[in-house]
């Protein structure tokens, strides 16, 4: 068999090479180049548009009972709303990759699936990731947190809402925590939700520590979860600078109009800023408390917004002497109480409602003769007064690094009117404050990466000399009587809708600062 084969070779007619011949070679090394560069580009444009879609190679995320949650790089685009901001994280990560070799990981966790009907709208989520940005290029390259080093990727993680969903991403997230560019923080955590406090729980167990941009929540800190400080007060500090405000403006009779959504315990927000109106102006609360059932978060209760029998019963109590309102619901619930106290019976008698921890630039700023017209007045203990700072940065109680922040935030495109719902803010601190910790848990910087112990050793270090310059105010973190966990020191401003006459101001009363 082999004699055969060879003497089959050996008879092959091999053609005489002649220019045609070679010419034709070449055409075919060309095409077959050609073909190949064609084959390459059409696989790199595959793979950017693959990982572009839920569940695909490279997206980070995977559709877990309908929705689509993980842990990405910014390159998978939960919302259209978040898409421009997102690329700009995705590209900052990218050149952090490529400069830093001794890099670490910080995740935003935050609902970034949101609805018209979300606790936090998509325009709201956009605004905190625009804010995270702005802090994560300052942080990257600036000394506003200490020394820029070791640099810090930013990941954006969508926890979902089921418990499927949100474990498998606390999974995820302690697996990140292990790699060579680990995980050391986590941030934003959405809004104060019994869901936001298991994943919390979740994470806390597992050694994370976290940053909360906007809790609320009086149980949602390092006192309740070992590892969670949070850039803004609790709802008691909230209620407390509400009360000076009361005892200032002699007001001395109010009705609570809560949300039934507090009863299962879902919503934490609610919950505890009705527990705090009850404890800390129990003496106002003259008459029967009044409920709703707020659409923020699902319920088989009953429809949503059934504001009609509350707004008689406020009438009623109204001929009796009643002067205040205290709102203990979310801001996606508010215009419509709103909407339906212009239509009261009882429009004659002035009537101020009261709120905490809202922050209703966005709402209420353009209606200020409808408010008016309606003798309402809308009082809110909130977290920033973004609206007077922009006014005068230099004011006594403009905090000394806002101007900084807002050059900062303008500089990267962003426009100042996604400022007024005060998400930017925040979420800007979070990062800020989780930077600090990173930096003082690798005193040598990028010689010596921290891991997520190192970083949550240092939480409640970070006063003194190691203060964070937010934004929102300067702010400190220790084992206080205030509550582990919470900013010792933070202003909150209460603003009035509309302004008071003759006033360039919102604020009305004493400026109150979460006491240490």
């Given amino acids: ?261 507090s009863d299962s315990g879902t919503d934490l927000y609610t919950q505890t800023l009705e527990a705090a109106f009850g404890r800390q102006m129990r003496d106002l609360i003259t008459f029967p408390t009044q409920q709703f059932t707020g659409k923020s978060i699902p319920s088989q209760i009953a429809d949503p917004n059934l504001f009609a029998n509350v707004r008689a019963n406020i009438c009623a109590s109204a001929a009796s002497g009643l002067q205040a309102v205290l709102y203990a619901g979310r801001e996606v619930d508010l215009g419509a109480f709103i909407e339906s106290l212009k239509n009261r019976t009882c429009q004659a008698l002035p009537l101020t409602i009261l709120t905490a921890g809202l922050e209703l630039g966005g709402l209420l700023k353009s209606k200020e003769q409808e408010l008016t017209d309606a003798r309402l007045k809308i009082v809110s203990a909130a977290t920033v007064d973004v609206e007077g700072w922009l006014r005068n940065e230099e004011a006594d109680g403009t905090p000394k690094n806002f101007r900084g922040f807002r050059q900062a935030f303008e500089a990267a495109g962003f426009p100042k009117e996604h400022l007024d719902d005060g998400g930017a803010i925040m979420m800007h601190d979070a990062v800020l404050t989780a930077a600090h910790a990173v930096r003082i848990a690798a005193p040598q910087g990028s010689a010596s990466a921290p891991t997520a112990a190192d970083v949550r050793a240092q939480l409640l270090n970070i006063n003194t000399l190691y203060t964070v310059g937010g934004a929102s105010g300067t702010l400190s973190f220790s084992k206080s009587p205030s509550g582990a966990g919470t900013p010792v020191g933070k202003p909150v401003p209460v603003l009035a809708y509309p302004k008071p006459p003759d006033s360039t101001s919102r604020q009305v009363g004493p400026l109150y600062r979460v006491p240490n």
């Fill in 1 to 261: 068999m082999v004699g055969l084969m060879e003497e089959h070779v050996s008879d092959e007619i091999i053609p005489p090479e002649t220019a045609t011949l070679r010419k034709r070679r070449r055409r075919r090394r060309v095409a077959l180049v050609a073909a190949a560069v064609l084959l390459i580009a059409g696989g790199v444009w595959g793979v950017v548009t693959i990982s572009s879609v839920c569940g695909s190679l490279g997206s980070g995320v995977d559709e877990v009972g309908g929705e689509c949650v993980g842990v990405s790089d910014g390159s998978y685009v939960f919302h259209p709303e978040l898409a421009a901001v997102q690329q700009r994280i995705e590209t900052e990560n990218a050149r952090v990759r490529a400069e830093s070799p001794g890099y670490v990981t910080v995740a935003l966790l935050d609902p970034l699936l949101p609805d018209a009907d979300s606790a936090l709208p998509p325009l709201q989520v956009r605004n905190r990731l625009e804010g995270a940005y702005t802090a994560l290029r300052r942080v990257n390259t600036e000394s506003v947190a200490g020394d820029p080093k070791p640099a810090i990727q930013l990941l954006l993680a969508n926890g979902g809402d089921t418990d499927d969903q949100w474990r498998r991403v606390a999974d995820r997230l302690t697996e990140l925590s292990q790699e060579p560019h680990p995980l050391v923080a986590v941030v934003g955590l959405g809004v104060s939700t019994d869901r936001t406090r298991r994943m919390a729980e979740q994470l806390s167990q597992r050694g994370i520590p976290m940053v909360g941009a906007v809790l609320t929540a009086d149980d949602l800190d390092y006192e309740h979860i070992p590892g969670l400080i949070k850039a803004s007060p609790s709802n008691r500090h909230y209620v407390d600078a509400l009360r000076r405000y009361v005892d200032s403006a002699n007001i001395r009779s109010a009705i609570m109009i809560r949300d039934s959504n």
